[in-house]
């Protein structure tokens, strides 16, 4: 059974960094696609930045490009999510996601808040 936690969220100043984890339980880790997601209040989810299992295609929504950055350890099976240059229209939940249906998974979120 797939657990995903992640971790890392905070109230943080614009302009300011948070790193978000995501440390995943079972062996199918190395081997899966991993995603970030958030969602704002009244807004729908969506994708941030997606990263193969061997790290060498990655990809970012255009609203993060250049600030923020994916990457995992997959001797760690965790997934990071290093941000920077915060904005607060990143203020949202971020999820991470393993997968792809009908197996994929999802964990509980973390909160992220910039302030203005």
Sequence with gaps: QVQ????GGGLVQAGGSLRLSCA????TFT???MRW???A???Q???VASISPGSKTINYADSVKGRF???RDNDKNTLYLQMNSLKPEDTAVYYCRQGWPPRDYWG???QVTVSS
């Excluded at 995903?4 to 971790?7: D, P």
């Excluded at 995943?24 to 062996?27: F, I, R």
């Design 41 to 43: 209040p009244g807004n």
């Design 108 to 110: 509980q979120g973390t």
């Design 31 to 33: 081997s899966s696609t």
């Design 4 to 7: 995903l936690v992640e971790s």
């Design 24 to 27: 995943a339980s079972g062996s």
């Design 69 to 71: 950055t994916v990457s």
């Design 45 to 47: 989810r969506e994708l």
């Design 37 to 39: 997601y958030r969602q």
